[in-house]
């Protein structure tokens, strides 16, 4: 249920630069005023809850543009092994274990963390898809949690336990006519990675995905083992291989980016492809440096994502943001390779607040031991905060964590409830 809301005494974010002090009202889940300066009394006496925003800046939720839900139970498990060992020896026997129920606890524990961080979109890489009722037990969890989720039901035809392409296909139809206009969940296809499918079904998924206005979702060039293999058997790396696939477009989310070539990225840059960076994984894993720089001066569109919490370790949105900036920076030894303002426009996904926009936002302290003094609202958002630093979280206007309480969950019995859950899922998982 939404109500009328004012915000006053705040630092408004704006593409164009910062209202300070500004106010705002949201109506119907959208803005209806964004101005600079201070409400009158007959706008205070208008709304039915009034928020002083004073020593906090207000934005557009951060936008999470990859994760797996299910690895919010498997974090600290990467352990210095790299990508491929590390699917092989934990991840894959973990995931093969998952009950339904686990799924969804393992998926309101995800959300619930992206929310503390000020997160009000996430495209969740859905890897349990052992039935249906496994991908079912994520909706009634984004549908509880409140956050806007794109659920990206990935899938293989190749390589160990292969599904049946057909099977694919119809199971994609019945998702997406699940999607109702202005739901906040919603499907896309999510091919594994270019080496475990056939090209015939990443064609026909992705045409299918564009045909119910959604998208492929895929993990491309994460590792140079991986990029070798394609180059083996198809002649040609990973992007280059999409491209002559027909799939590589504006409908296409490239997942890691990290191996790729000046070519690959004119490609990127040509057919408006989104690259989702995952900084924070790709470190813990040892994977390497995304070419950001390069992307961005060629215009290649950018999303942040932090990857599963098995390899992150934590869907800290706000520590991407700056990690993003750090990699860039010393991974090319270029001061100017990622500016702050620029790593904050693509933790937002570009978004802003105006008027007529749909009132998804956080407010987030600055008046803190770490961002204190601010001399620039955007370093110390992008250098100086920590998600436990956001204070209140909206989506469609409605409050969903207000003075750092959630308000869709009970969070301490939640955890309790997750302990259990992995205690048996280990076991039956035989890493015990």
């Not at 349990?128 to 079912?136: A, C, G």
């Not at 045409?207 to 070798?228: L, N």
């Amino acid at each position: 249920m939404t109500e009328k809301i004012l915000i006053y005494n705040a630092n408004i974010y704006q593409s164009e630069g910062w209202l300070t002090p500004g106010f705002l009202q949201i109506v119907d889940g959208k803005y209806k005023t964004v101005q600079s300066g201070n409400p009158t009394n007959e706008m205070l006496g208008s709304v039915e809850q009034v928020i002083d925003a004073n020593g906090m800046a207000v934005l557009p939720g951060l936008v999470n543009g990859h994760s797996h839900f299910s690895q919010s139970f498997m974090r600290g498990l990467a352990g210095g092994r790299p990508l491929l060992r590390w699917l092989k020896e934990l991840i894959w026997p973990l995931q093969s274990s998952f009950s339904a129920e686990e799924m969804y606890l393992a998926s309101l524990l995800g959300l619930a963390e992206n929310l503390r961080g000020g997160v009000t979109f996430v495209v969740d890489h859905h890897k349990i898809t052992h039935s249906r009722q496994h991908t079912e037990a994520v909706m009634r969890a984004v549908e509880q949690i409140g956050l806007r989720c794109t659920i990206a039901r990935a899938w293989s035809d190749r390589g160990n336990n292969p599904e049946d392409g057909n099977a694919i296909l119809d199971e994609m139809e019945h998702w997406y006519s699940l999607t109702k206009p202005g739901s906040k969940v919603n499907f896309a296809s999510g091919p594994l990675t270019p080496w475990r499918a056939t090209a015939e079904l990443l064609q026909k998924t992705h045409e299918q995905a564009v045909r119910h206005g959604s998208f492929t979702h895929i993990h491309v060039s994460e590792t140079d083992e991986e990029v070798q293999m394609t180059l083996s058997e198809s002649g040609v790396r990973p992007v280059t291989w999409l491209n002559q696939l027909g799939i590589l477009d504006e409908n296409s989310h490239i997942v890691h980016a990290v191996w790729v070539e000046e070519n690959e990225i004119d490609l990127l840059a040509e057919k408006n492809a989104l690259v989702v960076h995952c900084p924070v994984s790709n470190a813990v894993l040892g994977s390497g440096i995304a070419p950001i720089g390069k992307m961005l001066k060629k215009g290649v569109r950018i999303r942040l994502g932090t990857d599963g919490s098995a390899s992150n370790d934590t869907q800290d949105c706000i520590e991407n943001m700056k990690m993003s900036i750090c990699l860039a920076r010393a991974g090319f030894q270029d001061a100017a390779s990622l500016t702050n303002d620029q790593a904050l426009r693509i933790a937002l996904s570009d978004r802003t607040i105006a008027v007529g926009e749909v009132a998804d936002l956080m407010m987030i302290k600055l008046d803190t031991l770490r961002s204190a003094p601010v001399h620039d609202l955007t370093s110390a958002i992008t250098l100086c905060a920590h998600s436990e630093d956001v204070d209140t979280v909206l989506v469609a206007g409605e409050i969903l964590m207000r003075n750092g309480n959630l308000t869709t969950i009970d969070e301490e019995n939640l955890i309790k409830e997750c302990n259990s859950a992995l205690k048996s899922l280990k076991r039956r998982a035989g890493i015990d």
